[in-house]
């Protein structure tokens, strides 16, 4: 079992958990992800590692209610445990891949929609600690909404907080601060864009037209998180990939937006997964070959 040992509501329907998990903590770099249940008849969660602490044993994700599982989830108090943990997995993100010294030279922007703070700042965080500074712009609906925003702010070489409604920060899309960065003289070697399929599609469009190599997490369509259910396949650069298990980091200006959000639509219901069976063949599945 994995004992709760902090919960906190960020805000409405938005949860923080520090969770003892050990072997997870000891291994687990930014940009993987976990897989937790409740119990022993709980739906698989795959969540992404939004902190981790080695010396204390912990690892911190935060999640969103939309569903029964993690509205259960929501339930659990300090104190109470998991039945299932399981990770790290997924690859790391690529700039785990670099020296400090390469890193350094780089110019990079994060880019974060909604609960997409919560991936991006162990990155940021694990960039800060090797003496690196990155440009961070974090996207909300309302300023209720924000969350992570201190933390973030300790971690960033310059944050930027934008909501769609104008109550706080700048106005507008993240979209719309990416073009104000570089119109005032900004230049970027990378963008990092994590949060709604939505907001990923566009900052990738964008980002081609400025000729900003962009690297997005495809975890909002996870399911099942071992590359058995098929549900985040994706094409990227004319390839079949699957978010879990190739991913969930992708070339964001190879990712065809477009057929993953109407895959999505479809495989939520059982006549939709039913007709993408018939229509995928043998690349319907991540290689269970079951399904």
């Not at 912990?58 to 969103?64: K, L, M, R």
Request: a negative charge.
């Amino acid at each position: 079992m994995y004992k709760i040992v902090k919960k906190e509501e960020l805000t409405t329907n938005i949860y923080l958990m520090d969770v003892e998990a050990a072997r997870v903590a000891k291994t687990c770099q930014p940009g993987q992800f976990v897989i937790v249940r409740t119990d022993a008849e709980g739906e698989r969660i795959p969540l992404t590692i939004c902190d981790y602490d080695r010396e204390k044993g912990t690892v911190t994700i935060v999640f969103q209610c939309v569903g029964a599982a993690t509205h259960m989830m929501a339930e659990l108090k300090e104190g109470d445990a998991f039945q299932d943990f399981v990770g790290p997995l997924g690859c790391p993100s690529e700039l785990v891949k670099e020296t400090p010294e390469a890193l350094r030279k780089k110019k990079i922007l994060f880019v974060a929609g909604g609960v997409g703070a919560a991936p991006v700042y162990p990155q940021v965080k694990w960039l800060h600690e090797k003496g690196v500074n990155a440009d961070v712009i974090v996207g909300s609906k309302t300023k209720d909404l924000l969350i992570l925003e201190k933390e973030m702010e300790a971690v960033a070489g310059n944050l930027y907080i934008t909501t769609d409604d104008g109550s706080y920060g700048r106005s507008g899309m993240v979209t719309q601060t990416i073009k104000d960065l570089v119109a005032e003289g900004k230049q970027y070697d990378v963008c990092i864009a994590i949060g709604p399929m939505i907001m990923m599609k566009f900052v990738c469009l964008l980002t081609k037209e400025l000729g900003i190599p962009t690297v997005v997490s495809l975890n909002p369509i996870m399911v099942d998180g071992t590359g058995m259910c098929g549900a985040c396949r994706v094409t990227v650069g004319g390839k079949v990939k699957f978010a879990c298990v190739d991913g969930p980091e992708f070339d964001g200006h190879g990712v065809n937006f477009d057929e993953a959000m109407r895959r999505q639509t479809l495989y939520k219901t059982e006549e939709g997964r039913a007709m993408l069976k018939l229509q995928e063949g043998d690349t319907h599945h991540g290689g269970c070959g079951n399904c």
